[in-house]
DNA sequence: CGACACCTTGAAGAGGTTCAAGAAATGTGG
DNA sequence: CCACATTTCTTGAACCTCTTCAAGGTGTCG
């Protein structure tokens, strides 16, 4: 639950493409630094934020990965989303105040804390932030509305692929491997994100692992096949 | 597919407080006014916005009903939500300047066209309207969180209760009966709403009703053990 | 009034879950 | 560093919920 804090500079983030919006000039940049006041450490298995918590910041993640999850009132929990560097956590709790789910921490993390009101501030006075923030918020709701596609109409295999393929291109995308790949979560938590059990994904592993498709070592995956896995995928932009 | 067109004041609007923030004095109220431009009329069937449209606007919805959907590649509808009086449609749009999504009038329908570059500029200058804005934003995250809990943990019974008690409410919040309502759309679209078939939507239905849980006569339902089915809805904040 | 869309209900079937057992990996303490 | 406990994963078999297919009924609208 402890966490050690830093200081640090957007404007030399190498991750600044992925979670800052383009457009700022030099002389602008400094003001974006102010955006974050601290940086934050995450120990493996602590929460970031919880259900209930007052609502102040939102978080960029600069390493580490994350679940975010809400739970029913009988105690079922619903993994929402898996985050990586360069992603925006906490957007669930700008409407009422406080956070809405939980965010855990599955490695070892550092995160940008970015005080809304701070946010607030200094998106009135640039346009190219405000915009940005807009789009990250949209960027969320169309994700989601991908995922009540895939769980309201999608099979168990279709699911899994479409999980494996978007996991994939986002580590792509921060320059990993684009058939290789170690998941950070157990099978119960991808059961939870896609809406089945823990023997299912198991299951479904295997069925893949059997048709030559991937290689299942445990935690580590190899895409064997990116096209036969590709084609399982129908959803829109479900990035 | 056409639309009337007309002009109107928000300041005088009877819905203001459900899509408006308040706080604003008598002042500024003018300003506000110039959020919508007009209004447009959408004819039962008929969409407001598809997927692939170019975004320019959200929408307040003055009169009437809509369902909101996505399709996957092959053809599988799945909606996303049914929206009504005082709700905010169009934020999908935001993140890639086009529509993601269909918006379908499912019923007469009367719509607040709200230009997004308008509200962007207002919102710099009035803190209060920017706050409004992220918090519609965060909601519709929130909102869409409890869907993929329901899809993903529900069976189908919960799933039906859930998606009555919550538009009943929304109703009761809007001057409508608690215990009584008409079911703006088909067994079929509530199917692909809460993932499920239009048979097992219809036989939920019959099911609640047997057990005198509520009244159906196809459309109209009345809601008879109010707190037999509330004691089905274990999902936390899905308004 | 007739055509059409929508809804209900039954029976059979499939996909995913549940329960259970064992194997593999991981962590812990001596 | 090894032995043991614990967690995680895999796999099988039975079961169950929801789906699929089918037929008939009901309501609606031109």
Redesign the pocket.
Known sequence: MKAEVFKVACSSCNLRELCMPVGFDQKDMHKLDEIVTVRKKIKQGDLLFENGEIFTSLYAIRTGFFKTSVASEDGREQVTGFQMAGEIIGLDGIVNDRHTCNALALEDAEVCVMPFDHIEDLSREFPVLQKHVHKIMSREIVREHGMMMLLGN??????LANFLVNLVQRLFARGQSQSEFI?R?????I?SYL????????????KY?EEGIIE????HIKILKPDSLKQLVKLPNCN
Chains 1, 2 share one sequence.
Do not use: N
Request: glycine share 6%.
């Open positions: 999608m099979s168990a295999e279709e699911r998941l979560m157990s099978r119960e938590e059961g809406g089945l059990k823990l023997e299912t994904v198991s299951r479904t592993f295997s692992s299942v070592k445990q935690k």
